[in-house]
């Protein structure tokens, strides 16, 4: 009986924390949003007026889709002098090949942007051998096509269960709607956290993803590309891409 309360209880507190406004999380020094498509057109200039630091921006999905708001994102983040990151969402049945290439063809980075980012939380109907697999090819390829370590995100579930262990070398960044930090298994330490879906800032309509950086905003600066890494990037055509 006692078990079962527990787990009402548990059900309850994860219902409660997905229906009601996430708040900010005022411990920390650097906060961000994430946005595609669904937030509809952001007012950025007024979304920068309120300390949000950075911003991860949905570029691509699977092999062809490229989100609609992507470009326009993009460009207006850096025009409001916020930090700015793209992410690809991850497909494991598909070729990662082919997934990168798609990304690649959208996202050129300028000095002072974000690493590239993966996000990695559906497994489809893949082995957890194959999306390994695939998940470390498109990183091997991000990483030498932009000469930085990729970010790679997921949930703290999803995490914990399918990449713990395998990735240890990139920077992470957990999905956890709690006021908990994450719980990532090793200890392994987090960069950036989504700890709520669920924001209200001025300039963007309905709700949002709110992120914290476990640092400075110096410490962020450090994680950024710049132009030395332009300087040893060699060109990359698409035909390379795909390979």
Known sequence: MKRYILSISILILGLYSCQYETHRLNNFAVHGLDVSHYQSKITWDTVAQQSIHFAFVKA????FYVDSLFCHNWSEIQRVGMKRGAYHFFRPTLTAETQFANFA???QLQPGDM????DVEVIDDASKVELITKVRTWLYLAEI???IKPILYSNQKFYNRYLAGHFDDYPVWIARYNTQQPDLAYERAWHFWQYGNRGRVKGVEGFVDFNVFEGTLADLE???WTPAHALLAPPMTEDVAMR
Request: a positive charge.
């Open 115 to 118: 690493p590239p980012v993966l």
């Open 105 to 107: 063809r959208m996202v």
């Open 60 to 63: 691509t999905e699977g092999e």
């Open 145 to 147: 096509r932009y000469r």
């Open 222 to 224: 450090k994680m950024c």
